[in-house]
């Protein structure tokens, strides 16, 4: 992966560029103490992942973060802990808090590693990560019974537990094979694979009842018709 860090002190960034020499899927490209020549070295060279201090002259690091149109990985360092709330809304890899040790900064460049493969795989991966709390939570699509949305919130129902992340439901399909979930309802999606019994109005999975509405119905018959071809 192809990094840079931001970070107005020095010292700070002496500490990623030495923590970074000891992680080889790791490129730190650049360092930068001046966040507006970091913004012109994005224009010019993309990169994967950004090490980006919060609390910096003239723009904050979640300022910074915003005003990027095109969005790498990100894992906040900070002496502070009052944005961590902010930063996991921004969908942040993590949150590191100085100062940080090198076990705790590699946890950060590998959470930011399997994203960046499941982004960047030919292959379907055959797992979604999911944003619950402050944590990037990896769950298999075979785990997978149905979820169920409210509001900005979805529900991902696994046997026996429910993860709940904040998302949209169409978040949620962007990163969902269309050929195993399908919409059958405005606050629902099944996989079908666990599907045990159609019925007019509902379906049954592991005594779940899940209804079917008529704005969705079409999607039902479609997706399973092609599977019993």
């Not at 360092?31 to 994967?48: C, G, R």
């Not at 982004?119 to 169920?148: C, H, M, W």
């Not at 606050?187 to 045990?196: A, P, R």
Request: overall charge neutral.
């Amino acid at each position: 992966m192809k990094a840079i860090a931001i970070d107005d002190e020095p010292i700070a960034l002496d500490v990623v560029r030495n923590h970074s020499a000891k992680v080889p899927f790791l490129n730190l490209a650049e360092t930068f103490t001046d966040a507006f020549e970091a913004l012109d070295y994005l224009h010019k060279q993309p990169v994967d992942l950004i090490f980006l201090d919060i609390k910096m002259p003239d723009i904050s690091g979640i300022e910074f973060l915003n005003s990027l149109s095109k969005k790498p990985l990100v894992i906040f360092t900070t002496a502070y802990s009052d944005h961590a709330v902010t930063s996991f809304e921004l969908d942040a890899v993590d949150y590191l808090l100085k100062p940080f040790s090198l076990p705790r900064f590699l946890k950060g460049c590998n959470k930011a590693h399997e994203l960046f493969k499941s982004r960047n795989s030919t292959e379907a991966p055959g797992y979604i990560f999911v944003k619950t709390g402050f944590e990037q939570l990896r769950i298999l699509f075979n785990d997978i019974l149905f979820i169920e949305a409210s509001g900005n919130y979805v529900s991902f129902v696994l046997e026996g537990k429910r993860i709940l992340s904040r998302a949209t439901f169409s978040e949620t399909l962007e990163y969902l094979p269309a050929d195993r979930f399908v919409r059958v309802h405005r606050s629902f999606m099944v996989n079908i694979t666990k599907v045990e019994k159609i019925e007019r109005h509902q379906i049954t999975i592991k005594e779940n009842k899940i209804p079917v509405s008529e704005a969705f119905s079409s999607n039902m018959s479609s997706v399973f018709w092609n599977k019993r071809r």
